[in-house]
C-alpha cells in the first residue's frame, strides 16, 4: 500500500521560506519516478487548489500564485518530492499535500503551513 508523508510545515512570517517534503513508501523507485507528483493546498472554507507538478521527465507546471517563488523538485531514489516555497504571503496558508499519479487514489495526509503578516 503506498504511503506518502508529508513534513516541514510551519508557522513563518510574510517573507520567510519553507521546504516541504513527500516521501513515498510502499512503492519502488521505479514505479515512483514513473509517476508525476504534485502538491496541493487547501484554504479553509476554500477547494483544495493545484500548486505544483512534476513529471518524470522533470517538467514542472505551477498555479500562477506561486509562479517564481515556489519551486518543486523531486529525488527519485529517494522516493521524495519537494516544495521550496519562497517569499511566503499570509495567502499561502494552506494546508499542503503531495499526490502521488494523475488519479486521487494516494495522497499525503497533509502539512499545516501558516504564513503570518
Known amino acids: 500500500q503506498v504511503q506518502l508523508v508529508e513534513s516541514g510545515g510551519g508557522l513563518v512570517q510574510a517573507g520567510g521560506s519553507l521546504r516541504l517534503s513527500c516521501s513515498a513508501s510502499?512503492?519502488?523507485?521505479?514505479?515512483?519516478?514513473?509517476?508525476?507528483m504534485g502538491w496541493y493546498r487547501q484554504a479553509p472554507g476554500k477547494r483544495r487548489e493545484l500548486v505544483a507538478t512534476?513529471?518524470?521527465?522533470?517538467?514542472?507546471d505551477y498555479a500562477d500564485s506561486v509562479k517564481g517563488r515556489f519551486t518543486i523538485s523531486r529525488d527519485n531514489a529517494k522516493k521524495t518530492v519537494y516544495l521550496q516555497m519562497n517569499s511566503l504571503k499570509p495567502e499561502d496558508t494552506a494546508v499542503y499535500y503531495c499526490?502521488?499519479?494523475?488519479?486521487?487514489?494516494?495522497w499525503g495526509q497533509g502539512t499545516q503551513v501558516t504564513v503570518s503578516s
Open positions: 510502499g512503492t519502488s523507485a521505479i514505479i515512483f519516478r514513473l509517476n508525476v
Open positions: 512534476i513529471t518524470l521527465p522533470g517538467n514542472t
Open positions: 499526490k502521488m499519479g494523475i488519479n486521487d487514489e494516494y
